[in-house]
C-alpha cells in the first residue's frame, strides 16, 4: 500500500523565518512527486518532482527529491503571512497524499 | 490553462436522498479523474480514479455502490452519492489529469456536501 508521511504536522513561524517541510514516500510505480499548497479550498499545484538532485524554484519556494532515500523537502525562504496554508505531498500511481503541514507565518 | 471546474460548490440535502457532483475540465481533456474527500483539518483522501470509458476503480474501504463515478467523456466525470446520510457529509474533490505520462493533476474547487 502506497504512503505518503510529511512532518512537521504543523509549524508556526514568524514572518523572515525560513522553514524546510518533510515528505517521504513509500509508492509503488513512483513517477512523480507533488507538492501543494491548500488554503480555503482545493489545493493549488506548487512543483512536480521527477528526478532526483534537481532543485525546481518559483519565488521564495524551492523543492528538491531524493529518489534513494525517498524523501522530498519543501523549502520557503523569507516567509509571509500569505504562506499560511496546509501543505500537501502526493507520490504513487495514484496520487496518495501525505497528511500536510499545516504553516502558520505570524506577523 | 488546465482549469477544472465543479459544480455545485455547495449542496445541502435530506438523508436518503441521492446528489450528483459533475467535474469538467475547461480547457484541456483528461484521460484521467481523480476523487477525493476531505474531512475538516484532514488531508485528501483518494476515493477512486476514472478513466474514459471505462470503469473507475474504487480505493479500499470506499463502496462503488454508493459512490457511482462515470467519466463519460474527456472533459466530464460524475460523483453520485446514492441514499446520501449525514456521515456522507464532507468536502468532495475531483482533479484531471491531461494526458497519459503527463503526472500534473489540476485540482477542481470542490463540493462541500452537507446530508441532514
Known amino acids: 500500500e502506497d504512503k505518503v508521511v510529511q512532518s512537521p504536522l504543523s509549524l508556526v513561524v514568524h514572518e523572515g523565518d525560513t522553514v524546510t517541510l518533510n515528505c517521504s514516500y513509500e509508492v509503488t510505480n513512483f513517477r512523480s512527486l507533488l507538492w501543494y499548497k491548500q488554503e480555503k479550498k482545493a489545493p493549488t499545484f506548487l512543483f512536480m518532482l521527477t528526478s532526483s538532485g534537481i532543485e525546481k524554484k518559483s519565488g521564495r519556494l524551492s523543492s528538491i527529491l531524493d529518489k534513494k532515500e525517498l524523501f522530498s523537502i519543501l523549502n520557503i525562504t523569507a516567509t509571509q503571512t500569505g504562506d499560511s496554508a496546509v501543505y500537501l505531498c502526493?507520490?504513487?500511481?495514484?496520487?496518495?497524499f501525505g497528511p500536510g503541514t499545516r504553516l502558520s507565518v505570524l506577523p | 490553462g488546465a482549469v477544472v471546474s465543479q459544480h455545485p460548490s455547495r449542496v445541502i440535502c435530506k438523508s436518503g436522498t441521492s446528489v450528483k457532483i459533475e467535474c469538467r475540465s475547461l480547457d484541456f481533456q483528461a484521460t484521467t479523474m481523480f476523487w477525493y474527500r476531505q474531512f475538516p483539518k484532514q488531508s485528501l483522501m483518494l476515493m477512486a480514479t476514472?478513466?474514459?470509458?471505462?470503469?473507475?476503480?474504487?480505493e479500499q474501504g470506499v463502496e462503488k455502490d454508493k459512490f457511482l463515478i462515470n467519466h463519460a467523456s474527456l472533459t466530464l466525470s460524475t460523483l453520485t452519492v446514492t441514499s446520501a446520510h449525514p456521515e456522507d457529509s464532507s468536502f468532495y474533490i475531483c482533479?484531471?489529469?491531461?494526458?497519459?505520462?503527463?503526472?500534473?493533476?489540476?485540482f477542481g474547487p470542490g463540493t462541500r456536501l452537507t446530508v441532514t
Open positions: 482533479s484531471a489529469r491531461a494526458e497519459r505520462g503527463w503526472d500534473e493533476q489540476y
Open positions: 502526493a507520490g504513487g500511481q495514484n496520487f496518495v
Open positions: 476514472s478513466n474514459e470509458g471505462s470503469k473507475a476503480t474504487y
